[in-house]
């Protein structure tokens, strides 16, 4: 019995050796493969005029400029968004003549440099002043958040008060939303995920991935070809995952009541028909069990009390409007011309 055992674990023990050996060589072929397949990306970019790369310090940022409007509106991305130079495109569409959209992508998003830097919001913050002022855009700015942004924009505009002359809060992350566990399964949990995403990014593992899996959207239509570059060469930092919580207290503490003109759009869905909308956007048909399902959660009472503290929250910055848009999480994607009346109302207030 125990020479068998013995034997059992001598082939688990060849087995093991032979998957190490296999990861190890294909960590160095990956490693090799990344710039490649990365660059092979960014040529697709640059032919359809994707490509603004300026230097933000220690990397380049990839700064996209559509229009040249006196307003200037400058959008931040939602956690991991490769795609956001072109949602903003097709935003730009909408807007008037003397309104212009900035895209900025943050470390690794879509063909934007990577950094070695902790990724914090003062970081996250001067990288994109510095990376502005290299392409050539001046302030004012009307800074537009989506989601995993809104710390990031709230300290921006509380810090440089005079650089900003509008805020748009997209669905955005405020002090409403918890912070991550600090402690037990959960934290362990984020953490070995930070561990294994950095490493698959800084060992061309994720970019493998994403050439090879990546897919194409139909939603994007002419620039399908272009989202599908982006999301391949995209290898997003995973700092901002661990810094999540010192990120969010650092904004909300920068907090200090102004005059600046802001508005803040949610999307709740306000009856069952909205819900089916919006599975009908993103899906082509209508499930209506979870129509219902989604329709109620945003009716209840835990979603009327997080919606209680994002009014507090726009209540401590000061002049800040509440809007909603039943819709998906990105507003400005299902509704654009709902989304761009509510730029015009601010840049109205502005004026």
Request: proline letters at 4%; a negative charge.
């Given at each position: 019995?125990?020479?068998?055992?013995?034997?059992?674990?001598?082939?688990?023990?060849?087995?093991?050796?032979?998957?190490?050996?296999?990861f190890v060589i294909l960590t160095i072929i990956f490693a090799f493969m990344k710039k490649s397949l990365r660059q092979k990306n960014m040529d697709i970019?640059?032919?359809?005029?994707?490509?603004?790369?300026?230097?933000?310090?220690?990397?380049?940022?990839?700064?996209?400029?559509?229009?040249?409007?006196?307003?200037?509106?400058?959008?931040?991305?939602?956690?991991?968004?490769?795609?956001?130079?072109?949602?903003?495109?097709?935003?730009?569409?909408?807007?008037?003549?003397?309104?212009?959209i900035v895209a900025v992508t943050r470390p690794g998003y879509g063909v934007s440099g990577e950094t070695k830097k902790d990724v914090t919001t003062e970081?996250?913050?001067?990288?994109?002043?510095?990376?502005?002022k290299n392409a050539g855009v001046?302030?004012?700015?009307?800074?537009?958040?989506?989601?995993?942004?809104?710390?990031?924009?709230?300290?921006?505009?509380?810090?440089?008060?005079?650089?900003?002359?509008?805020?748009i809060f997209n669905n955005s992350i405020s002090s409403a939303n918890e912070e991550m566990p600090e402690e037990g399964l959960p934290k362990f949990m984020r953490d070995a995920a930070v561990t294994i995403g950095t490493f698959a990014n800084n060992t061309g593992w994720t970019t493998v991935k994403n050439a090879l899996f990546a897919e194409e959207y139909d939603e994007y239509g002419e620039y399908s070809k272009d989202a599908l570059a982006f999301e391949k060469a995209s290898v997003p930092n995973y700092g901002e995952?661990?810094?999540?919580?010192?990120?969010?207290?650092?904004?909300?503490?920068?907090i200090k009541e102004n005059d600046i003109p802001k508005v803040y759009i949610t999307n709740d869905y306000e009856t069952l028909e909205d819900a089916r909308e919006y599975l009908m956007f993103l899906y082509?048909?209508?499930?209506?069990?979870?129509?219902?399902?989604?329709f109620e959660e945003s009716q209840s009472e835990e979603h009327k009390e997080h919606r209680k503290k994002i009014s507090e929250y726009c209540k401590s910055?000061?002049?800040?409007?509440?809007?909603?848009?039943?819709a998906s999480h990105d507003i400005s994607?299902?509704?654009p011309e709902e989304f761009v009346k509510e730029i015009e109302k601010l840049i109205d207030r502005i004026k």
């Open positions: 019995m125990k020479k068998v055992i013995k034997k059992v674990f001598k082939v688990i023990g060849r087995m093991f050796l032979v998957l190490l050996t296999l970019l640059k032919a359809d005029g994707f490509v603004n790369l300026v230097s933000a310090g220690d990397f380049d940022m990839n700064v996209n400029i559509f229009g040249d409007g006196k307003y200037k509106i400058i959008s931040m991305p939602g956690s991991w968004d490769a795609t956001l130079p072109i949602e903003m495109k097709k935003l730009s569409g909408y807007l008037d003549d003397d309104i212009s970081y996250i913050v001067e990288s994109t002043r510095t990376a502005l001046e302030a004012p700015y009307i800074l537009m958040a989506h989601s995993m942004s809104g710390p990031y924009v709230t300290y921006w505009e509380n810090k440089y008060p005079e650089e900003v002359s509008g805020v995952v661990r810094n999540y919580n010192v990120n969010m207290r650092t904004a909300w503490d920068s082509g048909e209508v499930d209506e069990e979870l129509a219902q399902e989604l910055l000061g002049n800040c409007e509440e809007v909603n848009i039943p994607d299902q509704k």
